[in-house]
């Protein structure tokens, strides 16, 4: 068990150039879930999958914000023509659903900077 | 709507020192509760949960109740240490319409001096 990675851990890009973030879950968890965090904020919740379907979006994920899970394991999460108002840190978990848990299990994040 | 409300901190507090973190939070259905503890330079880490009303979570010497009647889950610790510095996140997942979405509070920064 290696945990969830995300990479890049840091992103610094210019305001409207695209950027693409991936994140690797726990190898057996079919879940896997976006969040976004914001200086001295709670993260808040972008969107989910379960194995490769999409099964809920938030009104936060804007036109410009992209997410799949091809083939139901790595995901990634892209934004067109980045805002200053999207500097955060991105993060990524994932779960196993079973009747006994439904533990998120927490990447580090990918932390965008936006110019 | 669903909401997470927690105290604001930062909170300081002498290491051996008894925490209290409060935590209410607003659902529609029957939420699972959680504590998750962000470490600095670290990701979040779930430090315990409860799945329905009166459970207890327990995890390192930190405890948390369900209390539906109050609609609370606060975090308390009898005896704090330096290593506990960190921001304490609560959360819930709405378990209504089948959504697994954890809804966090603001978080509140706990600072233990030696």
């Known amino acids: 068990d290696t945990g969830v990675s995300q990479n890049p851990r840091h992103k610094i890009t210019k305001r409207g150039q695209n950027v693409t973030f991936r994140c690797d879950p726990i190898s057996e968890h079919n879940r896997l879930y976006w969040y976004r965090q914001t200086l001295g904020q709670g993260p808040e919740f972008l969107t989910y999958f379960q194995n490769e379907a999409q099964l809920e979006k938030s009104r936060l994920l804007s036109d410009r914000f992209s997410a799949e899970r091809p083939k139901g394991s790595f995901s990634t999460l892209e934004i067109q023509r980045t805002e200053q108002g999207d500097s955060a840190m991105y993060l990524c978990?994932?779960?196993?659903?079973?009747?006994?848990?439904?533990?998120?299990?927490f990447g580090p994040g990918t932390r965008l900077t936006v110019l | 709507g669903n909401s997470v409300t927690q105290m604001e901190g930062p909170v300081t507090l002498s290491e051996e020192a008894f925490l209290t973190i409060n935590c209410t939070y607003t659902a529609t259905g029957y939420p699972s509760l959680f504590w998750y503890v962000q470490y600095p330079g670290e990701g979040l880490q779930l430090l315990l949960k409860?799945?329905?009303?009166?459970d207890k979570g327990s995890n390192k010497g930190f405890e948390a109740t369900y209390r539906k009647e109050t609609t609370s889950f606060h975090l308390e610790k009898g005896s704090v240490q330096v290593s506990d510095s960190a921001v304490y996140f609560c959360a819930l997942t709405p378990r209504q319409g089948g959504s697994e979405k954890l809804v966090f509070g603001k978080g509140t920064k706990l600072t233990v001096n030696p």
């Open positions: 409860a799945t329905k009303a009166d």
């Open positions: 978990a994932s779960s196993l659903t079973s009747p006994v848990t439904d533990t998120q299990y």
